[in-house]
């Protein structure tokens, strides 16, 4: 293995958030949880609370109060095991070491039952959902079943319509609720989106699903080409790359689009000139930073987040593309550029300055970087010689590199989840591209799309 | 002695003359011969014509086929008609050539008459003989320029398929052309945008070098959104860089 192996671990946050816990006791507890590794530990993992024993939560089936809520309750229960044993950062207890009774309210609550093995439990969430009309009340509880006299870590009550979809989302939100306790108040991601290309309609458009693949849908209806969506840091749009008419002539030509979230439709944006592509917001949404050859050869330009003041940011004999602004101090651009003969992996201020070419241990293609929350690590693909395109994290401050996938078809275009945690990219492994998402170390991969090709995915901030 | 001669002789000519002015006259009628025996007579043969208005027709045409026939009993046209009148006609729209009979029988026996029509397929709309248009010139006189792998450059196929397009654009100097720009599949899709960019300006760059004015070219990058072909190997990847050269609408 040509890999860097490293202690390096991004703890730190967890532990010092701690005096904003709960209780003493979970205090304690969590402490525990998130020590510091014994000293052999040897092991690079990307995010946060990894390589310490994970606590060991279980999710009881959520008690329906009548016959109508009681498959409510299921799909309830299910949503949330999935997001938790998703979210990396716990232990999930299968649902066969369960004792047989469920408890749907405090009272009911027999810890022993929960802490003894086989289910071994730490940590229990339950709950109960009614739906009386047309009216859903989820009532649900997290609970430190090994220390029986503390009250719940959480209690939660939802309401809202009756309905699957509204089921989902609330179930969301209490496991993000549970994710972050346990994570030290890092989000969770289950009720994030993810923006994506497809190509189901016939034509390329954007798309939108939730973070686990689930309800699909069609954002834009453009009918020509649609390409490298990006949420805005609020969330509220999307910029892409559409073919539309630049400011003068009749032929399509790659331009830069903005989608309303909250309309769902296009906001007005200027046209440039020549060919205009690949958005991205700096993280305070005050600009964009894109593609252009509106004054030649494709270099990066800044606008304002209207598309104003266009400004030039690179200069060079070959074409830069693929910004990302390194998120946690917006300072920072990872850009790729062909100018040394092929394209290559390259770092800037956001004003141009300090253009680094970031070497690699070995030659080949470098392209879309993406730059991690806590701006401390780049994603990328990497096609080394007599090699498909592979995913790698590099530690900008240690270059130290980490490969995520390996021999599954072409790997490309990273976007990381707003946790840190999660890495969601567009693979071949299948035969056809498709859009899958894994936790940043590159393991528990899942596929979310199957319909089409799929490509491009970007993973809402929030 | 001599005047009973003189008589004699007189009354000789007056003889002929009265016969001869007899013989002049009518003929005395004779009686009609005898009939000839009563013979059995053998019954008369039949006949029949055919007649069609036009014998080289188009498919879809029709004709007029017209008969006549004497001695007949029966009168069968064929094929497709069947058994007629002695006398009378129809029309008829044989799909190809086809040759018509008509049969008359009667007591004397059978006859027949044919007559051949021949059909022939329309002929093409319009007989190609017309001047080549504008994109049929275009067409054949526009050359697109390839690339290598990961280049812009323009190589030296590159260098005379473009001068012969060059020489085009000259001779139509109202022509106004866009220049796309292609690659193959094995970049990143943003990377080969900003490759196919720079494919097109090299090449409306040539063009302008030749002459061209650069307000007759627009550019377009289509990355490796739009390939001329699909497969997985150079001969296709090849294909797929190039910047291609349209007509403006």
């Keep these: 293995m040509g890999m860097i192996r490293t202690s390096q671990r991004f703890s730190t946050k967890s532990v010092r958030c701690l005096p904003l816990c709960l209780s003493v006791f979970l205090c304690g507890f969590l402490s525990l949880l998130f020590a510091p590794p014994a000293a052999s530990q040897d092991w690079f993992r990307t995010g946060t609370g990894l390589g310490v024993s994970k606590a060991r939560v279980a999710v009881a089936d959520f008690a329906g109060k009548s016959p109508s809520a009681q498959p409510l309750g299921i799909e309830f229960s299910d949503v949330v095991r999935s997001d938790l044993d998703f979210s990396g950062i716990l232990e999930l207890v299968s649902k066969s070491y369960y004792p047989l009774q469920s408890p749907s309210a405090p009272a009911e609550l027999d810890t022993k039952a929960w802490t003894d093995a086989p289910a071994s439990a730490q940590l229990l969430a339950f709950g109960n959902l009614s739906a009386s009309g047309n009216s859903l009340e989820i009532q649900a509880w997290l609970n430190d079943v090994r220390n029986a006299s503390l009250p719940p870590v959480i209690g939660k009550v939802y309401r809202g319509e009756v309905n699957d979809a509204q089921v989902r989302i609330f179930a969301h939100q209490f496991a993000d609720e549970i994710i972050s306790k346990l994570s030290g108040g890092l989000p969770g991601i289950a009720s994030t989106q993810i923006a994506f290309v497809s190509n189901r309609s016939g034509n390329k458009e954007i798309w939108a699903m939730d973070y686990d693949g689930e309800n699909q849908h069609q954002l834009t209806q453009l009918h020509t080409i649609a390409l490298t969506p990006r949420w805005s840091p609020d969330a509220t749009r999307i910029a892409f790359t559409c073919y539309a008419p630049p400011g003068s002539g009749s032929v399509l030509t790659a331009q830069i689009c903005i989608q309303s979230m909250l309309t769902n439709h296009l906001i007005s944006w200027p046209r440039f000139h020549g060919t205009n592509a690949s958005p991205a917001w700096s993280p305070d949404g005050s600009q964009l930073m894109f593609m252009s050859s509106m004054y030649g050869s494709p270099e990066l330009f800044v606008t304002d987040a209207s598309g104003g003041h266009p400004k030039r940011i690179t200069y060079s004999t070959g074409a830069s593309t693929s910004p990302s602004w390194n998120p946690k101090t917006g300072q920072q651009v990872a850009f790729v550029s062909d100018r040394g003969g092929i394209p290559q992996l390259y770092t800037m201020n956001a004003d141009g300055s300090s253009q680094t070419k970031v070497d690699l241990p070995d030659m080949g293609y470098v392209i879309d970087p993406a730059w991690s929350p806590n701006g401390q690590l780049l994603a990328f693909s990497w096609r080394r010689p007599n090699g498909n395109y592979d995913l790698y994290v590099m530690e900008i401050a240690t270059r130290q590199l980490v490969e995520l996938t390996r021999d599954a078809g072409r790997n490309e275009r990273p976007s990381w989840a707003p946790d840190g945690r999660h890495l969601v990219f567009e693979s071949t492994r299948t035969g056809t591209r498709q859009i899958w998402s894994m936790l940043a170390d590159g393991t528990a991969a899942r596929q979310l799309t199957k319909q089409g090709q799929n490509e491009s995915p970007n993973w809402s901030p929030k | ?249």
């Design chain 2, 1 to 249: 002695m001599r005047t009973r001669t003189y008589t004699k002789a007189l009354f000789g000519t007056l003889l002929v003359v009265v016969a001869l002015v007899a013989a002049c006259k009518k003929p005395a009628p004779q009686a009609p011969p005898p009939p000839p025996p009563p013979a059995v007579a053998p019954p008369a043969r039949p006949t029949v014509t055919l007649q069609s208005s036009s014998t080289f027709i188009q498919k879809g045409e029709s004709v007029t086929l017209t008969w006549s026939s004497t001695n007949a009993t029966t009168l069968s046209l064929s094929p497709g008609v069947g058994n007629v009148s002695p006398e009378g006609s129809t029309r008829v729209t044989p799909p190809d050539s086809t040759t018509y009979t008509i049969t008359a029988t009667g007591p004397g026996g059978t006859a027949d008459s044919s007559v051949h029509i021949s059909v022939t397929a329309p002929p093409p709309p319009a007989p190609v003989t017309h001047e080549p248009s504008l994109q049929e010139l275009f067409d054949k006189e526009v050359k697109d320029a390839f690339f290598d792998f990961d280049k812009a450059d323009i190589r030296a196929d590159a260098r005379d398929a473009l001068s012969q397009t060059g020489q085009f654009l000259r001779s139509y100097p109202q022509l106004k052309v866009v220049i796309e720009g292609h690659c193959d599949e094995r970049g990143s899709t943003e990377y080969n945008l900003a490759l196919g960019d720079r494919r097109a300006a090299s090449a409306k760059q040539f063009l302008v070098s030749l002459g061209i004015p650069a307000d007759r070219m627009e550019t377009v990058s289509y990355g490796k959104e739009r390939p001329f072909c699909s497969a997985s190997t150079e001969e296709c990847w090849q294909q797929n860089r190039r910047a291609h050269i349209i007509m403006a609408k």
